[in-house]
């Protein structure tokens, strides 16, 4: 098997007509790997994404998992990758966006209203939102992949990398919320919120959306607890939101952010210190009994 490419997360290899992901304990935030592996954090992504692939194909919705081994490693269908603009012509291939859906006031979502680079009356808020208010209607946004960072598009340009009509947009939007109705309701039967979600999609040979990657989990989107949220306001955060936390509190965010800001060298991620780690592993096995059902 050749290695086409080693993410932030996971392994991915070529196997002829289809790949394999091989999920690592790797973990990464604001687009930087920390020198830091998680224990057990692989084997929970896979097995969370495994789940939540399961539920979609009750749903009838077309997926790329074919297998699911070892725990730690799935088996999905191949698609064209296309790091540049795709061609609306294009058929087959992973569409070189991220979709993401936001429910409630959150991450940089919050960062981009307390700048002002989203104004809160385009979400329908009629004063300034805070931390872990609801949005009136779910937010929906699309942001480039193969960037060095994640960048929020406007509908045109991210049509244009995407290589998306009108059509194939309604399409995915319609799949993610219909995803993520599965999602929230088994979320808030588990005593969870699901505050927002990120999602990847291929379209196959007819240009039908193909959910890929993975989605559901911890890394990919924020749970909170919901007692606390519903008695006191406290959102208890049940996702990888906790290290981002803890990266915020120490000061590298800012000095991150800032580096960016003005084109200057990044400053390296500091490793998670031991109790953080263990804390962070602790979190994501608990996090996927929660949405299972099931036993670690």
Not at 76 to 93: L, M, Q, W
Not at 273 to 280: C, W
């Amino acid at each position: 098997m050749k290695l086409l490419r080693k993410g932030k997360v996971k392994e991915v290899y070529d196997m002829g007509e289809t790949l394999l992901f091989v999920f690592t304990d790797q973990i990464s935030v604001f687009d930087k790997v920390i020198p830091s592996l998680v224990p057990d954090k692989g084997e929970s992504l896979a097995r969370t994404s495994a789940y939540w692939f399961e539920r979609a194909s009750n749903l009838q919705i077309p997926n790329h998992l074919l297998e699911f081994r070892n725990r730690k490693e799935m088996i999905v269908k191949k698609f064209e990758i296309i790091e540049g603009k795709a061609s609306r012509d294009k058929r087959s291939y992973l569409v070189p966006l991220e979709f993401i859906v936001r429910y409630y006031v959150a991450g940089s979502l919050l960062d981009r209203i307390e700048k002002g680079k989203t104004r809160f009356q385009d979400l329908g808020f009629r004063s300034t939102p805070k931390h872990g208010d609801k949005i009136p209607d779910p937010l929906f946004e699309m942001t480039t992949k193969f960037e060095k960072t994640d960048r929020l598009l406007d509908i045109s340009e991210a049509k244009e990398i995407g290589g998306l009509s009108d059509q194939d947009v309604e399409a995915i939007r319609e799949t993610i919320f219909k995803v993520d109705r599965e999602i929230n309701s088994t979320a808030l039967s588990r005593g969870l919120i699901h505050a927002d979600g990120k999602k990847e999609f291929a379209l196959d040979d007819e240009r039908q959306p193909v959910l890929v990657d993975t989605f559901g989990t911890a890394d990919e989107d924020r749970f909170w607890e919901k007692e606390d949220y519903e008695k006191n306001g406290t959102m208890v955060e049940r996702s990888k939101e906790f290290v981002r936390q803890y990266y915020r509190k120490m000061g590298y965010y800012q000095k991150l952010s800032e580096a960016r800001s003005r084109n200057l060298e990044e400053p390296p991620i500091p490793p998670l210190p031991s109790d953080i780690l263990q804390e962070t592993s602790l979190l994501y096995k608990k996090l996927y009994e929660r949405i299972t059902g099931q036993s670690w």
